[in-house]
C-alpha cells in the first residue's frame, strides 16, 4: 500500500475550504484545457502538426502558451493538493479522497465538489460507485 496521510474525520473536514478553492480552480483549468486539445485535435483532422500548411500552423501555434500554461496550473493544484494530503481522484468531476482507517481497516473518505461536507466513504480499493454514507464519527 502506498505511503498516505491519515486523516481522521475532523482534520479531512478541516482542510475542505481550502481543497474546495483548489478543486474549483482544477477543474475549471481541466475543463479549459480539455476543450483547447479537443479545439487543436479538430484542427488537425489526424494530420500530423508538421504537414500543416504554415497558416494553419500558426493558427494552432498561438494556442500553445494557453494550453502550457493550463497543463501549468494543473499540476500546480495538484501538487498543492498533494500536500495537503488528499488525493485528487477525478479532476473533472471534482473527485477528492482522503485516506483514513477505521477500527484499523483503510478507507477513504470521500468528497465530491458541490456537497457541503464530507458525508461519504469507500473501502480502499472500491472506486466512487462503492461509497457509502458515513456512520462513524
Known amino acids: 500500500m502506498a505511503d498516505f496521510h491519515e486523516f481522521t474525520l475532523e482534520e479531512a473536514r478541516a482542510t475542505l475550504p481550502h481543497v474546495r478553492e483548489l478543486v474549483i480552480d482544477l477543474r475549471e483549468a481541466w475543463e479549459t484545457h480539455e476543450l ?8 488537425l483532422g489526424g494530420r500530423r502538426f508538421e504537414a500543416l500548411p504554415a497558416e494553419e ?3 494552432i501555434a498561438t494556442h500553445l502558451p494557453a494550453l502550457s500554461r493550463l497543463k501549468e496550473r494543473i499540476r500546480d493544484r495538484v501538487a498543492e493538493l498533494e500536500e495537503i494530503g488528499c488525493v485528487i481522484k477525478g479532476p473533472g468531476e471534482g473527485l477528492v ?8 481497516r483503510a478507507i477513504w473518505l470521500c468528497w465530491r465538489l458541490g456537497e ?4 461519504y466513504y469507500h473501502d480502499f480499493e472500491e472506486g466512487f460507485a462503492g461509497r457509502r454514507k458515513i456512520d462513524f464519527e
Open 36 to 43: 483547447l486539445s479537443r479545439e487543436i485535435h479538430a484542427h
Open 57 to 59: 500552423q500558426g493558427a
Open 116 to 119: 457541503e461536507d464530507i458525508s
Open 97 to 104: 479522497d482522503y485516506f483514513a482507517r477505521v477500527d484499523g
